[in-house]
C-alpha cells in the first residue's frame, strides 16, 4: 500500500489507475475495500515477480559468467 495518504479522487486514481495500472472500469464501478485488495494483491504479485527476476538473473550468472557491458 502506498505511503502517502490518498485524500482526494484525483489521488485515488492516480494512483490505481495510473500507477498500478487498475482499469479505469474497476476503479469507477468498484467500492474501495476492493480496490485496496486489488492494490495490495498486486503489490505483493510484483514483488514476487522482482524477486523471481533476481534469481533467474543470478542463475543465469552463475551459468554463463558475469558478462562485462559494452561502453
Known amino acids: 500500500m502506498p ?18 495500472g487498475i482499469s479505469e472500469g474497476i476503479f469507477w464501478h ?3 475495500a476492493f480496490l485496496r485488495e486489488v492494490a495490495a494483491n498486486k503489490n505483493a504479485y510484483d514483488s514476487w515477480l522482482q524477486a523471481e527476476r533476481e534469481v533467474m538473473r543470478l542463475e543465469a550468472e552463475k551459468r554463463h559468467g558475469k558478462r562485462k557491458k559494452r561502453g
Open 3 to 20: 505511503d502517502f495518504h490518498i485524500a482526494t479522487v484525483e489521488d485515488a486514481y492516480a494512483y490505481y489507475v495510473l500507477v498500478l
Open 30 to 32: 468498484a467500492d474501495v
